[in-house]
């Protein structure tokens, strides 16, 4: 089981930045999909970007052109970076790693990001 610990929430204005990281207790060069989830108070817990093994990633659209996953293997981190935040971005933020075969995942304990207007 992969331990995941995020830091780098805060309190941000609207318009600002955030960078989070996610550190992983093994080597991530071989886990299938790494993402970043969040999740508003009253609402479900959605996917915000994901970047699989190869290097390919994936955006909600709400964040398209305005966060930035990528992934350093040899610091066996995931990072979010997020600018120009609104807002809705306001959530605790996940990372997840998913093992596709055999298929697992492991969460991180959460990060809280709050945006004021």
């Known amino acids: 089981q992969v331990q995941l610990v995020e830091s780098g929430g805060g309190l941000v204005q609207a318009g600002g930045s955030l960078r989070l990281s996610c550190v992983a207790s093994?080597?991530?060069?071989?886990?299938?999909?790494m993402g970043w989830y969040r999740q508003a108070p009253g609402k479900q817990r959605e996917l915000v970007a994901s970047?699989?093994?190869?290097?390919?990633?994936n955006y909600a659209d709400s964040v398209k052109g305005r966060f930035i996953i990528s992934k350093d293997n040899a610091k066996n981190t995931v990072y979010l970076q997020m600018d120009s935040l609104k807002s809705e971005d306001t959530a605790v933020y996940y990372c997840a790693a998913h093992i596709l075969f055999p298929q697992r995942s492991s969460w991180g304990q959460g990060t809280q990001v709050t945006v004021s207007s």
């Open positions: 093994t080597s991530i060069f071989r886990i299938n999909v």
């Open positions: 970047v699989t093994s190869g290097g390919t990633t």
